[in-house]
């Protein structure tokens, strides 16, 4: 018994965790397992589990990247929609997770409830997007204008609907349970929906601030693991046993290096630099544009600390690539923990992987769990240090108000400017 209390204490399980599984009344899904394609099992059929499982992955890895590269070369439209199903994927992974804990009880309209509040906080984000970015279209078309007009009142009453329907749905002696189902439910539109939302906004910033990031986390997660196989020694967190420090480090310095050389080479194409953009003439994306200040090379001094030991007085490169370092270093130091709070998740239901759709590396969400956190930070960066005023949005909205309102704002400008003394020629215009 104290054996077992131990090993319970070892999971971070607590007595009141064993209570609370008995009272829902389901045990603990069972680990899942991957489905590893036949050919694989019998072509590394004599190799050790150890060096079976690192072939799987490294051949289903190459895949991942060859499908990511196929997909940017389709366009902003495309990557779009795959975040878009990414989204779906993962929202369903963790709502079956739930399901499969507490499905002795049959609860009435969980499901449903859970996919019809997906739906309305994907009208509400998509819909404000469309709003934003594809203005000048909603504007000629009668119907957009409408929903354009009315959307957050729209996005609330379906809200409502559901939380009304969820009351209604409350059964007797199961009300605790269904508030927990109600959270976990939201809590997965938080992680899931809102970071996928903010994934959308830095690919129209320009796909450079959608691949970068992505691409370190890739990185990170491939030389955290090629480090920690081959040199790994030191635990890093118990959260994941089989993180080493080795690897940690390793993957830091590696992803710098690759975010660096990956910057250096998207600065100079226009389809990964300029802002992704509709064009209402073609009713298209466009990605062309005049390069900004942050995609042209310029030169920088080198500290004279490190001029002797580079032989080196001055170096030319990208502003981007300063702001590269900042973003490959936030991928290798904090975006792991999103993989550590995963892994917790995890033992706290004691699974193995969120699901089985890739062989060798789980499901989706198991290898978009450090993404979500970096999409968040990318979004804050470029808010908190790239984006200025868009005077294009500007004159949109300004263009959507009436003739005395558009009148006022001009007189107002003028005024303004005439103080500053830039319309001094023209004051009796």
């Known amino acids: 018994l104290q054996e077992s209390e131990s090993e319970n204490k070892l999971d971070g399980e607590t007595a009141s965790d064993s209570e609370s599984r008995s009272e829902f009344g389901g045990s603990a899904p069972a680990p899942t397992s991957d489905d590893t394609p036949e050919v694989l099992n019998r072509a590394l059929s004599n190799l050790s589990s150890r060096w079976k499982n690192w072939w799987v992955r490294g051949i289903l890895t190459l895949a991942m990247i060859t499908f990511f590269f196929i997909i940017i070369y389709l366009g902003p439209m495309v990557l779009m929609m795959i975040v878009m199903c990414v989204q779906i994927k993962c929202f369903h992974e963790i709502i079956t997770i739930g399901y499969n804990v507490y499905h002795s009880y049959d609860l009435p309209w969980f499901r449903t409830l859970s996919w019809y509040f997906l739906l309305c906080v994907n009208y ?27 959307h957050r009142f729209i996005s609330f009453a ?112 226009r389809c990964f630099t300029c802002p992704v953009e509709f064009n209402n003439d073609t009713n298209s994306f466009t990605v062309d544009c005049e390069p900004s200040e942050l995609f042209q090379l310029q030169e920088y001094n080198i500290p004279a600390v ?79 240090f790239i984006r200025g005023p868009n005077p294009s949005k500007l004159i949109q909205q300004f263009l959507t108000l009436r003739p005395d309102q558009q009148l006022h704002i001009f007189n107002t400008l003028k005024a303004h400017l005439v103080d500053k003394g830039m319309l001094g020629g023209l004051e009796d215009a």
């Open 306 to 384: 490190l001029q002797s030991a580079l032989g080196w007085k001055t170096v030319r490169m990208y502003p981007f690539q300063i702001h590269s370092i900042a973003l490959s270093t936030f991928a290798s130091l904090i975006g792991p923990f999103g993989g550590f709070f995963a892994s917790g998740f995890k033992r706290a239901f004691k699974i193995k992987d969120f699901a089985n759709t890739i062989p060798g590396h789980g499901g989706i969400m198991d290898r978009f769990d450090c993404q979500y956190l970096m999409a968040t930070f990318v979004n804050v960066y470029i808010a908190s």
């Open 158 to 269: 379906l809200y409502l609907t559901g939380f009304c329907m969820f009351v209604l749905s409350l059964v007797k002696k199961h009300y605790r349970l269904q508030f927990y189902m109600f959270g976990w439910t939201h809590v997965t539109l938080l992680i899931v929906v809102t970071q996928s939302h903010l994934i959308i906004h830095n690919l129209f910033e320009g796909m450079i601030w959608f691949i970068v990031p992505i691409s370190c986390v890739i990185c990170n997660d491939i030389m955290a693991y090629m480090f920690g196989f081959f040199f790994g020694r030191t635990p890093l967190i118990k959260l994941s046993p089989k993180k080493t420090w080795e690897g940690f480090i390793g993957g830091f310095f590696a992803t710098v290096l690759f975010g660096l050389l990956l910057s250096y080479v998207m600065s100079g194409y």
């Open 124 to 150: 509400f984000f998509y819909g404000e997007t469309v709003t934003d970015y594809f203005f000048t279209l909603v504007q000629r078309e009668e119907p957009l204008r409408i929903l354009s007009k009315y």
